[in-house]
């Protein structure tokens, strides 16, 4: 089987390929990078290609050469950068490439990494059969594409699974998102100012995230969204408490915390229900926030 991945360097991107190329070695990986200077995974299933979305012209002619059967759309450039000039250019940047893929003919399935942010939710559980609302930029030119893709691929008979993930954490992830700051905060001995530490979100690790993705390029199943989660809510004190006992051995800051902000409100309160994702794929998250925080903590030594 021949994968075209994009976004193989980023935080997905890297679990992913590590994933595919462990769990079969009949597949032929073209993977591109907009970083070929990063530390990156391969063997000789792999052939990395240095290139921008935004250079289309530059990789065009090692795409059509091969042939690629499967594709896995995970670039989205600049995040957190959510500004309505980047939206943009990355919803056309994302159809320009699909609009190359079409002229290949030899794509069967294409799997995109979708966002929880789509649904336009702040409470409650999120399912697939949910209407969706944009409300902002970010929101609007993921569900164009969406859109897009549906029309373009049901036309042409292509299996499209568009995974809708929630909060992505674990090792490699950028430092300044939520996880990696309080680790960072807690190695000094400390928690970071948090502004809404009662706010609840559901929390998926990259490497869960990446088994689904992997399971997604040989299993067959119906074109349609499925959602990428824990199926959990957990609220950032909790987070705080888990990461101040592995790194500190206790939870003094956190209680203290908690305390704190026992008149703050919580605006924020939504997760994910995973049945349609686990029926389907025969799937489950199997790391724990625990764990998952360990991992990503004794990751955060390693790379110093």
Known sequence: MRILLTGGSGFIGKPTIKKLLSSDQQARILAITRQHNKKLPGNEHIQWIEGDLSRLSEVSCQIKKFQPEVVIHLAWNDIPNFSPIRCIQNLRQSIDFFELIW???????????????????????CRESDKTNSNDLFSWSKLSLLDYLQKKTNHKNICLGWLRIFYAYGPGQRQGSLIPFIIENLKNGELPPLK????????IHVNDIADLFSLSVSKEFPSGIYNVGSGKKTSVIEICKIAESVILNQQSLATALEEQSINSISDVAFYSSIKLTKSVFDWTPSTELKNGIEQTYQSSIYDQ
């Open 103 to 125: 002229t290949v003919q030899s794509c069967k399935k294409i799997i995109v990494a979708g966002s929880c942010v789509e649904y336009g939710s702040k409470f409650g559980i």
């Open 196 to 203: 809404a530490p009662k706010n609840y979100n559901d929390y």
